[in-house]
């Protein structure tokens, strides 16, 4: 069974920093998505950005040059770490994961999901 554990979210002052870390375990760690989602308040769940397993990355135009997805195959964990945050960044944050295929950022394509970790970015 997939299992995806995020941690590291918090509250912070529009401008400043934090990472958000995805544990994994369950896994088949070859040939596969790993991906942020969020969801503000009464909004869908947008993809924010995903990294695949050999390590090409996709963003969502609404977080390029501030965030930076990666992982560490060894640990087993992805990591996305945000700068510049802005209010609009607010939300709760997901991992999601998905076997193959090409890149996406629809939550549709994603098969297993995390508990998500919430981020608050103050005016």
């Known amino acids: 069974q997939v299992d995806l554990v995020e941690s590291g979210g918090g509250s912070v002052q529009a401008g400043g920093s934090l990472g958000l870390s995805c544990a994994a375990s369950?896994?088949?760690?070859?040939?596969?998505?790993m991906a942020w989602f969020r969801q503000a308040p009464g909004k869908e769940r947008e993809g924010v950005a995903t990294?695949?397993?050999?390590?090409?990355?996709v963003y969502a135009d609404s977080v390029k040059g501030r965030f930076t997805i990666f992982q560490d195959s060894a640990k087993h964990t992805m990591y996305l770490q945000m700068n510049s945050l802005k209010p609009e960044d607010t939300g709760m944050y997901y991992c999601?994961?998905?076997?193959?295929?090409?890149?996406?950022?629809?939550?549709?394509?994603?098969?297993?999901w995390g508990q998500g970790t919430q981020v608050t970015v103050s005016s």
């Open positions: 990294i695949f397993s050999e390590g090409h990355r």
């Open positions: 369950g896994f088949i760690y070859d040939n596969y998505w």
């Open positions: 999601a994961t998905k076997y193959g295929g090409i890149w996406s950022l629809a939550k549709t394509q994603y098969t297993y």
